[in-house]
């Protein structure tokens, strides 16, 4: 499949090679179920990061279909993949280096708002935006991503977005923006729903929105608010609690809003729960999200209220119909 790749294929190294840039493993950055990783240095002295996947089995299709899809890109919100190791059960990522790390240690440290500043959110936000647009519309192989989270956003050191960890990526033609696929992929508080059971619909670019309104909320709230709905009640999560200040008109002052940035957070709130709708057809496509960011929050709608265990199957059914065989998503209005 790499070879098939062609000269478009990142630069293969050596297993050998890979302990060099790396200095033998002296410098890790982080751990996860798929491996570790390290930063590193290569020979023109570009300090990358270097994910080292654990020892693997079998013929290696996530680590095939992460070398593909990332190789197939080029944005400034998606970040760069330098190289490659396949060697054996030794399986490597060579990535350009984010220095600021990734997004979850700013919006779930104890005050986020002042480390990054709403304004640098709101352009973080953006950015991801952007790259995701990319990625559904603008590459030469549409690429679904599957895994939105702020786990998966890296800073560069101007605290610019850039998407990473395309191992749950799945492709599709460029004509193409839904996919048939078996088994649930991404993370639990950011998959889909129709990703999860396809009772509520297609699997399409759509399940990215819905990841990205999950973090664009999750950006808006942090860890605290997060932590206050486990408390109060084990069934209601976030988009509810944000949604009900919202319609009570205290949506702001609940996430602790005042003065100049209650226009980037009510903007920010209402286009993450359009987002977050539980059929896809109702959601806006990421080009749509841009759209809107353009827009003042005053010409927005507020989104209807969502709840999981009140939607009858029936309707869910035939949402999916409506959606197959129309573009209807285009047709709601998001916007007065």
Request: proline fraction near 4%; include cysteine.
């Amino acid at each position: 499949m790499i070879v098939s790749y062609g000269s478009l294929a990142p630069k293969r190294y050596m297993y050998s090679e890979v302990m060099k840039i790396t200095s033998y493993h002296n410098d890790q950055l982080g751990k996860g179920g798929y491996g570790v990783v390290f930063k590193g240095r290569l020979h023109d002295d570009r300090l990358v990061a270097v994910k080292c996947l654990h020892d693997c089995k079998g013929n290696g299709d996530e680590f095939v279909n992460e070398v593909m899809s990332i190789g197939r890109t080029s944005h400034v919100n998606v970040v760069s993949l330098f190289g490659f190791c396949l060697e054996g059960s030794k399986r490597a990522l060579i990535y350009e280096y984010m220095p600021n790390g990734s997004l979850d240690r700013y919006i779930y440290s104890e005050n986020p708002k002042e480390i990054l500043g709403w304004e640098r959110l709101y352009t973080i936000a953006i950015g991801i935006a952007r790259g995701l647009e990319y990625l559904h519309h603008s590459c030469n192989t549409r690429i679904i991503h599957f895994d939105i989270k702020p786990q998966n956003i890296l800073l560069d050191k101007d605290f610019s977005p850039k998407i990473a960890d395309f191992g749950l990526a799945k492709l599709c033609h460029t004509m193409e923006s839904k996919l048939s696929m078996t088994g649930a992929r991404g993370t639990i508080g950011f998959i889909a729903p129709e990703v999860h059971s396809r009772t509520f619909g297609v699997v399409s670019t759509k399940s990215d929105v819905y990841s990205y309104g999950m973090m664009l909320l999750e950006m808006v709230g942090g860890r605290r608010n997060v932590k206050s709905i486990v408390a109060k009640s084990s069934e209601e999560y976030f988009p509810d609690w944000i949604y009900d200040h919202f319609a009570q008109d205290d949506g702001l002052q609940a996430c602790e809003v005042i003065g100049e940035i209650e226009e980037i957070a009510k903007k920010m709130t209402l286009i993450g729960l359009w987002c977050v709708q539980i059929l896809p057809a109702y959601r806006p496509t990421i080009t749509k999200v841009l759209e809107m960011f353009e827009r003042s929050s005053d010409d927005m709608d507020m989104p209807p209220k969502q709840n999981f265990s009140g939607l009858p199957e029936s309707s869910a059914h035939n949402m999916d119909v409506q959606s197959s065989s129309s573009t209807r998503s285009e047709e709601i209005s998001l916007v007065n």
